[in-house]
């Protein structure tokens, strides 16, 4: 049965002193078919093989940086259906000894942002999002969202969730911070401005020290990640639409075994 109450993404359980558990507020019900099934219905989740970038990226936001270039884009659809979005989105993804770089393209008639603070909730509004499982064991894995303003989101995530109890809690570590990541983002027109834009790009230059469990550091050519790649696109405020890699069958992006394969080239 489909559910019309609205969940708020982080209803907060205290289960040890300074941990909470949360659920996520973009993980309503969107129709009447069981979540089994759905996802039944969904593609094996995606590959991408990553390539070495020619040279360490300057992250500009602009992603101007000709090393882009080298990197093969792919495509973000409806997280639900799989199906085109209303907006055209691309992520390019490259590395080096140091960082993971992620890029993401974004067309946006309105890009906007209210939240200004590390770790607040720029998932109600418009943001990027990468969840990245280094170690392939599917309970931990960290979740980096960036903002059309630069804000940042980061949390080491412990989730119990399974495809057989894919609404169990989650509990996003916000008190871990990647210290020597480095982002940027950059919008094409007027920011705050509804119909002021043409789009906006967010590049991350993620640190490989700190994505612990990873089998080697820096990857090595052969080894696979699962990682997904997320967007939240707001026509306007209350209001979001949802975009995914590896589309997940309904509104939730905490599913990890619906993560797509990285591949290190």
Request: proline share 8%.
């Amino acid at each position: 049965m489909t559910s019309m109450k609205k969940v708020t993404r982080y209803n907060l359980f205290f289960l040890i002193p300074l941990v909470l558990v949360v659920i996520s507020k973009k993980e309503t019900s969107v129709n009447a078919q069981p979540n089994e099934t759905r996802q039944a219905e969904l593609p094996a989740p995606p590959a991408y093989t990553c390539q070495k970038a020619p040279h360490p990226i300057q992250i500009t936001g602009k992603m101007d940086d000709p090393a882009w270039q080298t990197a093969k884009p792919l495509r973000l659809t409806d997280a639900v259906t799989g199906e085109t979005g209303r907006f055209r989105t691309e992520v390019r993804v490259l590395y080096d000894d140091k960082f993971l770089y992620v890029g993401f393209s974004c067309e946006d008639d309105y890009v906007w942002g209210t939240v200004t603070e590390r770790n607040g909730p720029i998932w109600d509004e418009e943001c990027v999002e990468v969840f990245i499982n280094p170690t392939g064991a599917r309970h931990q894995y960290y979740e980096i969202n960036l903002s059309p303003k630069n804000v940042i989101f980061d949390a080491c995530v412990l989730n119990n969730r399974t495809a057989q109890r894919d609404t169990a809690l989650f509990t996003p570590l916000t008190d871990f911070n990647l210290k020597e990541m480095k982002t940027a983002a950059h919008v094409d027109g007027q920011l705050d401005q509804p119909g002021g834009a043409k789009g906006w790009t967010a590049e991350y230059a993620i640190p490989f020290t700190e994505l612990y469990g990873a089998p080697n550091q820096p990857p090595k050519p052969g080894d696979e990640w699962r990682i997904n790649f997320y967007r939240i696109d707001s026509p306007e405020k209350g209001q979001r639409d949802h975009y995914a890699w590896s589309p997940t069958g309904r509104v939730a992006f905490h599913l990890p075994w619906r993560f797509g394969v990285l591949r290190f080239e």
